[in-house]
C-alpha cells in the first residue's frame, strides 16, 4: 500500500491538533488545580459527560474491532454486531445500578472496593491480578496488533509502528485522566470519520459490481448478494453457531463478558468515577448511543470485502499461502482507498489504538499507585510523590509491554473471537464476585477468594471436558454443538453462563456454611440510589426501541 505526501499531511494534521490540544488542556489543568493526584488520576470533578462517553468509546475500539470484527463480519456476520449492541444496553445496566453504588461508597479503584467489601487479601490478589492481565495481555495485545494494523496502511515496520504509538500514548497519559478523557474526544471524532469513510467506500465498491455508484445502492446490492450475512441471530446448523449460539447472544453469556468489561473494570470505569452521579450517567448514556454505530463501522465492511471476495473483485488479497484469512479484509479495504482518504484511515486507527494504550496505560498506574504504592508500600506518600509513582509505572508498564509483544506469538487470525472466548474464563468468577458484593450482605471474603479461583477452574474444566467424554446427550436441549469435527462442545457464551451460575451457587453455600469474617463489610446501598432523571429514562428507552427494532427484523424473518 503506497502512502502519498496528502496522506502524511492528512495524518500529521492528525498527530498536531491531539499533540496541541492536549498540552493546552495540560497547561489549563495544572493552572487550574494542581497535580493532586485524583485529579491525575482521576480528572475528578473536571470531565463533561460528552467526554466520559467519547473517551469510553475511545478506549474500547481498537484494533481489537477494526480488525477482528470486521473479520468476524467477513466470516459470520452482522450476528458478530451483538457485542457491539449489547454493549450498549449494558452500558445503561451499569449507569442504574453500578455506578450509583461506586459513587456512594467512595470508590475510585475496582482493588479498593474489594478491599472495602471483602478485605485486603481479596484485594492484593485480584490487583496483582489485574496488573498482569493489563501489562501481559491486553497492553501487549492492543499494542502489537495495531502495530500490524498501521503497517498494513502505512507499509511502516511494526517495531517502528510499536514504538511510535507506544511513545504517543504514554505523552498522552503522563498528562493525566483529564488529559486522555479531552484528547480522547478528538480521537473519536478521527475514528467515526474516518470509518463512516472506509464504510462508505465499500458500499460503493460493491455498488460497482452492479454497475450503480452509492453507498446507498451498494448497501441494498450487498443485502442482494450476502442475505444471510444479514441474520442476526444463528440457527442450529449455521457454521459459526460455536461462536454465536443462537438466543443465548441476547439472553445468556454476552451479558456476563459485558457486565464484566463494562462494570468491573478500570478501564473502563475509570473516565465516570471522578464525576457526580449525573453526569457519569449522561456519559455512559452518551456512550451507549455511539455504541450502536459501530456496527456500521467496524463490521459492515467485513459483510462487503466478502461480497467483493465472492465476486473476484479482491482477487486474492485475503489469501496467505492460499488459505483464507478473514482477518484480513479491513486492511484490503484500506489498500483501496484514493489519496487523502488513506491518511483518514491511517489517522483513525492510530486514534482508535492510541486512545485505547492511554486508557490502558492510566489504569495501570492507577491501580499500582493507589492500592499498591499507597496502599502497601508507601501509606504516608504526598500527592506529588503519587503523581511521580504513577507516571513513572505509564514508562515502565509501556516499556515492558514494547519487549514482550513481539515474542508472544501473538496471533491475530481470528483474532477478536480468540480473544472473547480466553477473556470469558476469568469474566464470570469476577462478576460473581463484585455482585454479591453489591447485593448480598452476607457474602464473605472466603466466598470472593472462591471466586477469583473457582470461575477458572470450572472454566478450564468445561473447555476441555469434550476430550474426557462424550457431550452430544447435550445437543437436543441446546447445551452443546458440533465443533465441526464431530465433536460435542458447549459454545463458550454458554460455558460463561454456567460458569457464572455455578460460582454464585459456590458463593452462597461458602458464606452461608461458614461464619461471617471481620474482613467482609457491606457497602451503603439503598434503593433511593437508583432512581434515575427523566431525561436520563427516555434516552435509555430510545437505545432499547432501537435494540428492539434491529432484533425484530429477524423475529420477522
Known sequence: MKITTLDTVVFLVYFVVVAAYGFWIYRRKNAGSGSASRDYFLAEGSLTWWAIGASLIASNISAEQ????SGAGFKIG???????LMAAATLIVVAIFFMPVYLKNHIYTMPQFLERRYGKGVAMTMALFWLGLYIVVNLTSILYLGALAINSVSGVGVLPCMLFMALFAT???????????????????CLIIGGLVTTWLALDLVAGLAGKEGAIAGAGELLARANGHF????????????????????IGGVWIANLNYWGCNQYITQRALGADLPTARKGLLFAAFLKLLMPIIVVLPGIAAYALD???ALGGALREGGELNPDRAYPTLLALLPSGLKGIAFAALTAAVVASLAGKANSIATIFTLDLYRGRINPKASEERMVWVGRVSVVVAMAIAVLIAPMLGIDKKG???????????VSPGILAMFLLGFFWKKATSAAAMFATVGGLVFSVILKFLPQMMDLSFLGPIGWAADNGSGVYEIPFIDRMFLVFFAVVAGM?????????????????VERRLFAVDR???VGSAAVCVLLAVIYARQAAA
Open 66 to 69: 477494526f480488525i477482528g470484527m
Open 78 to 84: 452482522m450476528a458478530i454486531a451483538v457485542y457491539e
Open 171 to 189: 505523552v498522552i497519559t503522563l498528562g493525566g485522566m483529564k488529559v486522555i478523557g479531552y484528547t480522547d474526544v478528538i480521537q473519536v471524532v
Open 231 to 250: 441474520d442476526m441471530v444463528l440457527s442450529r446448523d449455521h457454521p459459526s453457531y460455536m461462536d454465536l449460539p443462537g438466543l443465548s447472544i441476547l
Open 310 to 312: 465472492q465476486s473476484g
Open 415 to 425: 483474532g477478536f473471537q480468540y480473544i472473547q472466548e480466553y477473556t470469558g474464563f
Open 508 to 524: 452462597v453455600m461458602i458464606s452461608l456454611a461458614g461464619k461471617r469474617d471481620g474482613a467482609a463489610k457491606a457497602l451503603v
Open 535 to 537: 431525561g436520563f429514562a
